[in-house]
């Protein structure tokens, strides 16, 4: 069927406007969904005027060039059993129809885009000042009414905080008591790429590729940089805290997000293809769209990957404004039944204000949650770190702690996900919020 409901913006607060929700932003091409099990060869695509076709099948690693998933009419993704086509959907229903040879197509959607904002930083810091005033203003409306000031406990002191030695992100997940490294494990990041000469990660085993025409797989952004840190950044950085949970994973950059920010639902179903075909049993996306509606080819790419040993975790949004009453909701791709949703908790183990919460619906669930609040993690050359917020920075931590629970027990895909939920800590936060809790570490 022809899907249009789906509109694509960043999950961070833009101006200070948490959980606007936009028009869609579309590019004119089409998502194909092919049904499995069926012949994957008869596809006709002269039925609908398409004559170059490519295939990840036929690249190395399944590592399409980025111009190529950008200029083919038609671009296959083998191992999800889908398409991208560069046609109307008029022409593309024709693929639906009864008598149409060849896969039968399960579904047809826009493909749309996503962005990632840059201005995250900015606006917890403002957030952060605003709730010191109002402390102060508290603490001195007490004493002028004759009221004991509020103690340190009642203002809700955090129980991590960064120390010399590890982040509070770390220490929550207990990655650092984990006798695990994520050693022999592929963790793929889907994001703006990453910043291949940062000296923390010298030595490491790196595997980069761009799914953006035009743009390497360096980051010129900042967003993947951050990400990859906070999953697999290392054990004993030269200067800094210990931020990254598996510290002996094998790195995947998968570049789906330009310089600028935005990608689209080609770039991002190729990292994913090619995250699957190279065996990453954790492919991390710290993307999203304000939609409350699952997006077709998101469910069937997740229900795929976990079949071939791939557990995709991705951000749930950041659309809520919890000291305003305003909750929002899991958007897309995280509100895949079949894809991972993250929530996002500060460092008194309470929901960020800006985490989305579950919906009333299959799908839209909160499935576990991870640090996300002034998480300290790299960032490119010079600056080398940087401290911003969001489910984004929730995501990367559950996807390093998979990585550390892949390797101790050696299992993937739907049997990944169960023993994440089965051993996460449970927390006073509703299911809603939080779903099975904090992502911890084998110990």
Not at 404 to 428: D, I, N, V, Y
Request: with cysteine; aromatic share 6%; charged share 15%.
């Amino acid at each position: 069927m022809i899907d249009p409901r789906f509109s694509a913006v960043s999950g961070f607060p833009v101006d200070g406007c948490v959980g606007a929700v936009f028009q869609p932003e579309t590019t004119g091409r089409q998502i194909v969904v092919f049904a499995d099990g069926d012949d994957d060869s008869g596809v006709d695509w002269g039925r609908v005027g398409i004559s170059e076709v490519a295939d990840s099948r036929d690249f190395a690693s399944g590592g399409l060039p980025s111009e190529t998933v950008h200029d083919a009419q038609a671009t296959v993704f083998g191992r999800l059993g889908m398409a991208v086509v560069s046609a109307d959907p008029t022409q593309v229903s024709m693929l639906q129809s009864a008598e149409a040879p060849g896969r039968r197509v399960l579904s047809v959607s826009p493909e749309l885009v996503h962005h990632v904002l840059q201005d995250v930083l900015e606006y917890t810091r403002a957030y952060r000042d605003g709730v010191d005033d109002l402390a102060e203003r508290v603490l001195r409306a007490h004493e002028g009414n004759g009221h004991p000031a509020p103690t340190a406990g009642s203002l809700a002191a955090p129980l991590f905080a960064d120390t010399p030695q590890a982040t509070w992100g770390i220490q929550a997940v207990q990655a650092d008591s984990s006798p695990c490294s994520g050693r022999g494990i592929g963790v793929a990041v889907l994001d703006t790429g990453f910043d291949l000469e940062h000296p923390d990660f010298a030595g490491r085993s790196v595997t980069a590729q761009s799914f953006v025409p035009g743009e390497q797989a360096q980051d010129g952004h900042g967003h993947g940089t951050h990400c990859i840190g906070s999953s697999c950044g290392p054990r004993s950085p030269s200067t800094g805290p210990r931020y990254g949970v598996a510290y002996e994973a094998d790195i995947f950059v998968g570049k789906v997000l330009s310089d600028a920010g935005s990608g689209t639902d080609g770039g991002i179903l190729a990292g994913i293809d090619w995250a699957v075909t190279n065996g990453c049993p954790v492919i991390s996306m710290s993307l999203g769209a304000d939609v409350m509606q699952e997006h077709p080819p998101y469910s069937v790419a997740g229900a795929r990957a976990l079949e071939q040993g791939s557990l995709i975790i991705a951000a749930a949004g950041n659309n809520a404004d919890r000291r305003i009453g305003r909750w929002g909701f899991v958007g897309a791709p995280a509100n895949s039944p079949e894809i991972m949703a993250v929530g996002a908790l500060d460092q008194q183990l309470d929901m960020a204000y800006f985490s989305a919460r579950s919906l009333p619906a299959r799908g839209g669930q909160v499935d576990i949650a991870g640090p996300g609040w002034q998480v300290y993690s790299s960032w490119p050359m010079p600056m080398r770190y940087r401290a911003i917020s969001g489910t984004s920075m929730a995501t990367p931590h559950v996807a390093g702690v998979a990585a550390l629970w892949a390797e101790a027990t050696g299992r993937r895909g739907r049997e990944l996900w169960a023993t994440l939920c089965q051993e996460s800590q449970r927390l006073m936060q509703p299911s809603v919020d939080a779903g099975s809790g904090l992502c911890v570490a084998p110990q």
